[in-house]
């Protein structure tokens, strides 16, 4: 008799288990919070105001050029984060909209990308195909593209990236 108490006893142990973790599973997640993209960009932006302000004029660019330098592709990263964390984020109708605004500047980012490499491109064919000017000091071979066509399919990735989630 014994046993069928303990058993029993299981048996409602395991369902308060099982309605728990029905419970927690229906329980929806907020939303992403940009306060950590929100917060470093305000922080950086501080600091680098700061830095403007030193004394020594040159003290204060070598600590802007650093703050440049290491503020803009955390905030990138910490931006990036957010819109990734934000597309998992169950679907809603006010998402669309939001996600269009956020994907916004990651789209602007891509399209000068894009138009500084065709630039790229098409000044240094205009030097080897049309004119040589005095500024143009590349090869004449494949290798004065430079960075050309990397930024045309770093572009090309950033404007179709946001959108295509």
């Given at each position: 008799?014994?046993?069928?108490?303990?058993?029993?006893?299981?048996?409602?142990?395991?369902?308060?288990?099982?309605?728990?973790v029905r419970s927690s599973a229906?329980?929806?997640?907020?939303?992403?919070?940009?306060?950590?993209?929100?917060?470093?960009?305000?922080?950086?932006?501080?600091?680098?105001?700061f830095a403007m302000y030193l004394?020594?004029?040159r003290l204060a660019w070598i600590?802007?050029?650093?703050?440049?330098?290491?503020?803009?592709?955390?905030?990138?990263?910490?931006?990036?984060?957010?819109?990734?964390?934000?597309?998992?984020?169950?679907?809603?109708?006010?998402?669309?909209?939001?996600?269009?605004?956020?994907?916004?500047?990651?789209?602007?980012?891509?399209?000068?990308?894009?138009?500084?490499?065709?630039?790229?491109?098409?000044?240094?064919?205009?030097?080897?195909?049309?004119?040589?000017?005095?500024?143009?000091?590349?090869?004449?071979?494949?290798?004065?593209?430079?960075?050309?066509?990397?930024?045309?399919?770093?572009?090309?990735?950033?404007?179709?990236?946001?959108?295509?989630?």
């Amino acid at each position: 008799m014994s046993g069928m108490g303990e058993n029993a006893g299981e048996e409602a142990a395991n369902s308060e288990v099982r309605d728990r973790v029905r419970s927690s599973a229906e329980v929806k997640t907020a939303p992403p919070s940009p306060r950590p993209f929100l917060l470093g960009c305000l922080g950086w932006i501080t600091i680098l105001l700061f830095a403007m302000y030193l004394v020594p004029e040159r003290l204060a660019w070598i600590f802007a050029t650093f703050l440049l330098l290491l503020g803009i592709p955390i905030c990138i990263l910490l931006y990036w984060d957010f819109i990734r964390a934000f597309g998992e984020y169950p679907e809603t109708r006010p998402k669309g909209v939001v996600a269009v605004l956020l994907a916004a500047p990651v789209a602007i980012l891509g399209a000068i990308s894009l138009l500084f490499g065709v630039a790229i491109i098409l000044w240094v064919l205009y030097n080897l195909l049309v004119e040589r000017q005095p500024e143009f000091q590349g090869p004449a071979l494949l290798a004065g593209f430079g960075l050309g066509p990397g930024l045309i399919a770093f572009g090309w990735h950033l404007i179709r990236s946001p959108y295509s989630r």
